[in-house]
Nanobody
Framework: QVQLVESGGGLVQAGGSLRLSCAAS????????MNWYRQAPGKQRELVAG???????NYADSVKGRFTISRDDAENTVYLQMNSLKPEDTAVYYC?????????WGQGTRVTVSS
């Protein structure tokens, strides 16, 4: 079955960086569109970044130029490099893949950015 396991969250000061990882099993990340979502307290879950099987990336306007999504096919892992972090980036970050109209989610990793 599909399993997504996120890691790399933590507490960081504004302006700092974090790299999130999403280790996948049951699927090949290189063969799927892999996404990062986030959910801040009291807000809806929102798409942050995605990477297609062909390596095409897309980003939410709020993170363009600061976040980079990538993948390591050998490790079957997707990454989210987050630079110049802002307090408004505080959220739980989730890895996601959609297969046959089914949404798969990891357990999430919490990112807290202090001002």
């Amino acid at each position: 079955q599909v399993q997504l396991v996120e890691s790399g969250g933590g507490l960081v000061q504004a302006g700092g960086s974090l790299r999130l990882s999403c280790a996948a099993s049951g699927i090949l990340v290189k063969a799927n569109v892999m996404n990062w979502y986030r959910q801040a307290p009291g807000k809806q879950r929102e798409l942050v970044a995605g990477i297609s099987s062909g390596g095409i990336t897309n980003y939410a306007d709020s993170v363009k130029g600061r976040f980079t999504i990538s993948r390591d096919d050998a490790e079957n892992t997707v990454y989210l490099q987050m630079n110049s972090l802002k307090p408004e980036d505080t959220a739980v970050y989730y890895c996601n893949v959609v297969r046959f109209n089914t949404y798969y989610w990891g357990q999430g990793t919490r990112v807290t950015v202090s001002s």
